[in-house]
């Protein structure tokens, strides 16, 4: 399912891009404008994560999320069907772009972390630390 999250939604788009969704973001976009968002949800054939109760109600193919906290807004998500279950790396937490595996490279500041992936795009390095145990404790306890 290939998202896309309004710009009320930052910090719900990081996880939704660890948890594999293709989650496009907004303001990533430079996008703000209302017809603008609901023109490239169309064009890239996405589904809107949104706030805005009429923007939401202009497309049928969005979800509407009414809760402020980014838990209680994974836990709407998780009641509309969505999997938040961490994937393997595969999506940048930052740009949305595509992760590649880099076995057997370090990073400095995490020596016992074996695998290292890139992001094509953007180009930086993700490794399962602090972050990820830290995200996937959020996710367990929607699962409760």
């Known amino acids: 399912m290939a998202l896309f999250l309004d710009v009320m939604l930052g910090k719900l788009t990081t996880y939704l891009r660890m948890c594999g969704y293709d989650a496009a973001y907004a303001l990533d976009r430079g996008i703000e404008d209302d017809d603008a968002i609901l023109e490239m949800t169309r064009e890239e054939g996405r589904t809107l994560v949104t706030r805005d109760e009429e923007l ?28 938040l279950s961490l994937s ?16 057997g490279r370090q990073p400095d500041h995490a020596p016992d972390e074996k695998t290292v992936w890139r992001c094509r795009d953007c180009g930086k390095r993700f490794w399962k630390g602090s972050h990820w145990a830290s995200v996937e404790r959020t996710l367990e306890e929607i699962r409760r």
């Open 88 to 103: 393997e790396p595969a999506r940048c937490s930052d740009c949305n772009g595509t992760l590649v595996r880099e076995a």
């Open 56 to 83: 939401a109600a202009r497309t049928d193919d969005s979800i509407l999320v009414e809760s402020l906290d980014v838990t209680d807004q994974l836990r709407e998500l998780r009641g509309r069907g969505l999997d």
